[in-house]
């Protein structure tokens, strides 16, 4: 059985369904709702419990079954209702570990985007600059060109930033960094965007160099090592 529990996120709060919680501790789903609605107000010291219904298909028929959604301390408390057995203690630390994991997650996220925004707030005026100066060049280029440089700097496939392990999100992160504090050095000293964009590829790199690769399945990682890694240019 694959111990990974899934968390489902409600309202910007993390919640285990007790679909799950029923299914790791080998009762009926039935048993596992009574002890909720029947300690509703202990449960409610906790935060308001999330209830939803969902219409499955049976052999008998469509069937309506009600499912409730427990946020973190509300999941460790119907664990304390339930008989001590065998599966209680392992369930209680992997959800400790999804919970945590969810934190992380959340944390490296809201890290994260500030500094992407700020990046691409100083590519901005860097396209400003640029059509000052007379260049046609596309301001959506240079936004796309910046965002492909960072990601061939670590290896990434456009869209995968999202699901990154928070370590090599950390990273990308403070690429964002340096690539904007760089974009706008480089705006403020009236260099052109070319310039500019071998400046931040030079320091992206550099920083990327040590953990390159690092964080992919191994698969990925080979095919990344014989790859072609001809950088994108503007």
């Known amino acids: 059985m694959n111990n990974v529990i899934s968390l489902i996120e409600k309202k910007h709060e993390p919640r285990v369904d007790s679909l ?4 790791r501790l080998g009762i009926q789903h039935k048993n596992a709702l009574a002890l909720i609605d029947d300690n509703k107000l202990e449960f409610g010291e906790f935060g308001r419990v999330a ?5 499955l298909e049976t052999n008998g028929g469509n069937q309506k079954q009600r499912i409730a959604f427990l946020n973190e301390d509300q999941s460790y408390f119907l664990l304390t209702l339930t008989r001590n057995t ?7 630390v992997e959800l400790v570990k999804a919970f945590s994991r969810f ?14 925004h700020e990046l691409h707030d100083n590519v901005k005026s860097l ?12 301001e959506s280029f240079l936004h796309m060109n910046f965002n492909k440089l960072i990601n061939k700097a670590f290896c990434l496939d456009a869209g995968q ?10 990273q990308v992160t403070a690429a964002n960094v340096i ?3 760089i974009v706008q050095r480089c705006v403020m000293a009236g260099l052109d965007h070319k310039v500019t964009y071998q400046e931040v590829k030079q320091a992206v790199f550099a920083l990327a160099e040590p953990v390159r690769g690092l964080y992919l399945p191994s698969t990925q990682n080979r095919a990344f090592q014989t790859a072609d890694t001809k950088n994108p240019e503007l």
């Open 20 to 23: 799950a919680i029923a299914d």
């Open 161 to 170: 930033r999202p699901d990154l392990p928070p370590r090599l999100r950390a």
């Open 51 to 55: 209830f939803e219904t969902r219409t």
């Open 86 to 92: 065998k599966r209680t203690k392992p369930l209680k």
């Open 179 to 181: 690539a904007g504090d």
């Open 127 to 138: 396209s400003d600059r640029a059509h000052q100066n007379g260049s046609q060049v596309k």
């Open 103 to 116: 934190r992380k997650h959340k944390q490296t996220t809201e890290d994260y985007l500030p500094f992407y």
